[in-house]
């Protein structure tokens, strides 16, 4: 998407909003306060906020939890889900009366949740309009619907990328990773060709290759849907090529056939064994790889998917205040989730300088980029500047995958996939059968 | 006594035999019961994901639309396949386990006790100890395959559509047939071993004692173990899950997947509910076909 129509779209959404809410609260001047839950941070202290998140590195949460405890008097009770199912735990929870107060959610249950009332709309709470402001042009309709409802705020933003061992690449007479996906196949064939029997891995399995599907279209020039959300990859002629490449790289063993189910963890241990020489997943799997200390950890560098060729999937997830929350416990709960996902009441990127520098994790606003402490905290094999200018850039966040019914199309587009790849359809009949599944999707009608 | 009246000792004694079973059957109530009956009302209805009202009555509109989709009737059957391995399997297994067990050599006691060990494991992490065994570049079972010359080299079964529905049934017997082993060996315990005796003494071989004398002593148990192990074919969810989530494609896909993605993922709990009415009654009718071909009274 070119960053100018998304930033002219999207301003015309501020500017609509930042109208609105100023009619409303001229309009309101005499309102009490209260009724909009904006109040100050005296009133807000000696809450209790109920937080519920999934087990990546909980001790980082705690700790910043704790600070922002101490700091705002707030109390916090922090649960955590584990991943797996995260999103049926939280929905039991919901639908169980014991909703969160602010929680972490996949980016694809965003405006479902708000739709569905487990979620709030962020809008006219105190600065959320200058934390959208803050972000990436390209980032920002994660967050914000097309209605204007600000659904989320970021937990975390990553961008895929290809991690290869610049050995492998060298030895094969290549003299830079592939800028497109014709040269991907092209150099693995050759790597293949060295004695390297699986050359490319990915995080195929079937809940979670939707993703790759946005990667790879994306890499092959390909716009997947629309600014409203419709599909239109299907009238895309390189689309097909897109899929015939898709299914060429697993079935001509440029990939292992176990990659439809393997997990993340066996990918990294093989290219940081030299099992492998292309590794297509979010920037911050390079720490893994590097500091699990492989015999070929040290060879492994990182570059765009498709270097010149193509952009990248923009990814990240998020954190949500609960819909029922109201009153002083709305202002704690917001002020927790500006500190989590945005700046705290220094103006830091506290918690962002945190995540960078225990798991490389970034974040979409320019100004995490360029923060000297973000700057000290990420690991210097990975090259931070490349991956803002691939944010900035190079990637797509693809606003349709918040929608509401994208879910439904993200849980059959793995069968869909699955059977490309398995030689059960061709390229054709996938892109139809993608296509049916948005259209099922949306209608709630699918199975 | 004269014929026809119960005698105040066996009323009292159904009472208290009630009386004892009173607080189960309250959980059950509570815990089962009640929520079968909000999912049967629920799969009437497009019911609000946010859980605020009832939500609109749609008759049968539900049940039409899972039976006019094919991809159900494939579930279906998947489910129904899967189940049938599971059962012979569990069954298999379970009951050669036994009898072995219920030889006396030395050791027997601690290999009883390691029986308990797998049906300990809860189903999850069955499936991820399964999925590590079945690996395609460093499973053991791939290496004792390999070792046995049964395989030329390792093979990913879980990503291949042919064996994954086999490998996944294979995880959930091993955990299964454990709980058969323990069942049926407290039923062989209770065989007079008089009878064993004296048809080896009529010149009755091992296979003939097994036909004749073992397996009718059985049926009890095994009518309640196969029971069992049609619901939780049936019903397996958590295993499929860890190893394969339904995939590659759709070849591991069973109707409790279809219920989880319906729940959780469409967040159409209407549908959803219809797909679990669908799945109890074919694990009734399965239950009841069990009961019906294999449970006979033991004449005393």
Redesign the interface.
């Known amino acids: 998407m070119d960053d100018s129509e998304n930033t002219a779209s999207l301003n015309s959404n501020l500017d609509r909003r930042t109208l609105l809410t100023a009619m409303g609260v001229a309009g309101l001047t005499t309102a009490p306060l209260l009724s909009r839950g904006m109040m100050s941070e005296a009133e807000a202290a000696g809450q209790t906020i109920n937080f519920t998140a999934w087990e990546y590195q909980p001790d980082t949460i705690k700790s910043l939890v704790a600070s922002w405890s101490t700091k705002t008097k707030n109390k916090v009770n922090i649960s955590f889900i584990p991943n797996v199912g995260y999103t049926a735990g939280i929905q039991a929870r919901q639908r169980g009366g014991k909703p969160a107060d602010v929680f972490y959610n996949f980016a694809y249950n965003s405006q479902k949740f708000v739709n569905q009332k487990w979620a709030a709309d962020l809008r006219g709470l105190p600065g959320a309009d200058k934390m959208v402001a803050d972000m990436f042009p390209s980032a920002r309709s994660r967050f914000v619907a097309e209605n204007g409802a600000i659904v989320s705020a970021p937990y975390f933003s990553a961008v895929h990328m290809l991690q290869y061992n610049k050995k492998m690449v060298a030895a094969a007479g290549f003299s830079s990773t592939p800028n497109s996906l014709q040269e991907t196949y092209d150099q693995c064939k050759k790597i293949k060709a060295n004695g390297v029997a699986s050359p490319y891995v990915a995080y195929w399995v079937k809940d979670f290759v939707e993703e790759y599907l946005h990667v790879y279209l994306l890499a092959g020039n390909v716009q997947p849907f629309d600014k409203k959300g419709n599909p239109i990859f299907m009238d895309d002629p390189k689309t097909l090529d897109v899929l015939d490449w898709w299914q060429a790289m697993y079935k001509d063993g440029m990939t292992p056939k176990s990659v439809l189910t393997d997990d993340p963890g066996k990918h990294t241990t093989s290219i940081a064994n030299g099992d492998a020489a292309f590794y297509a997943l979010h920037h911050y799997f390079l720490r893994d790889i590097v500091e699990s200390k492989g015999s070929a950890s040290a060879d492994i560098a990182q570059a765009k998917i498709v270097g010149t060729g193509g952009k990248t999937l923009q990814m990240g997830e998020v954190i949500q205040m609960g819909g029922k929350v109201t009153g002083a416990k709305k202002a704690a709960a917001w002020d927790f989730m500006k500190t989590y996902g945005y700046k705290d009441a220094g103006g830091q990127f506290t918690t962002f300088q945190k995540w960078a520098a225990s798991g490389a994790l970034c974040a979409p606003y320019p100004g995490f980029f360029t923060d000297p402490k973000v700057i000290a905290a990420f690991p210097k094999y990975m090259d931070l500047s490349l991956i803002k200018d691939t944010f900035q850039n190079s990637s797509d966040i693809v606003p349709a995958r918040t929608l509401p019914w994208y879910q439904g199309f993200q849980a059959q587009c793995g069968t869909i996939i699955h059977d490309l790849l398995l030689g059960n359809s061709n390229a054709r009949a996938t892109a139809n059968a993608l296509a049916i599944a948005c259209k099922t999707a949306k209608s709630g009608s699918g199975l | 006594m004269v014929k026809g009246r119960k005698s105040k000792r066996s009323v009292s004694n159904r009472r208290f035999g009630f009386y004892l079973a009173l607080p189960a059957i309250l959980v059950l109530l509570i815990l089962l019961a009640i929520p079968a009956i909000i999912t049967v009302f629920q799969s009437f209805f497009v019911v609000?994901?946010?859980?605020?009202g009832i939500g609109t009555f749609t008759r049968v509109d539900n049940y039409l639309?899972?039976f006019k989709?094919e991809?159900?009737w494939a579930t279906c059957l998947r489910s129904i396949l899967f189940a049938g391995i599971f059962i012979i399997g569990s069954t298999v297994i379970g009951l050669a386990g036994a009898l072995l067990l219920n030889e006396k050599f030395v050791g027997r006691i601690f290999l009883r006790g390691l029986l308990v060990l797998p049906w300990a494991c809860p189903w999850l992490i069955v499936g991820i100890i399964w999925?590590w065994f079945l690996?395609?570049?460093i499973g053991l079972f791939n290496g004792v395959l390999l070792r046995l010359h049964l395989i030329s080299d390792y093979k990913?079964f879980?990503?291949?559509?042919n064996w994954a529905l086999l490998m996944t049934a294979l995880a959930s017997t091993w955990r299964q047939s454990c709980l058969v082993a323990l069942l049926l060996l407290a039923g062989l315990q209770t065989l007079p071993r008089d009878i064993w005796d004296a048809a080896s003494v009529d010149g009755a071989g091992i296979f003939q004692r097994f036909r004749h004398i073992t397996l009718p002593w059985l049926r009890p148990a095994l009518t309640v173990v196969t029971v069992l192990n049609v619901i939780y074919g049936l019903m397996q969810f958590d295993v499929i899950?860890a190893?394969?989530?339904?995939?590659?494609?759709?070849s591991t896909?069973l109707l409790s997947y279809?219920i989880?993605?319906?729940?959780?993922?469409?967040?159409?709990f209407g549908?959803g509910s219809a797909l679990a009415v669908a799945l109890a009654i074919i694990a009734l009718v399965g239950g009841l076909i069990t009961v019906k071909t294999l449970y006979r009274k033991i004449e005393l």
């Open positions: 609000p994901a946010d859980g605020v639309f899972l989709n991809i159900f999925k690996d395609g570049s990913d879980l990503s291949d559509p899950f190893m394969t989530q339904g995939g590659p494609g759709s896909t279809l989880y993605r319906q729940f959780f993922i469409f967040t159409n549908v």
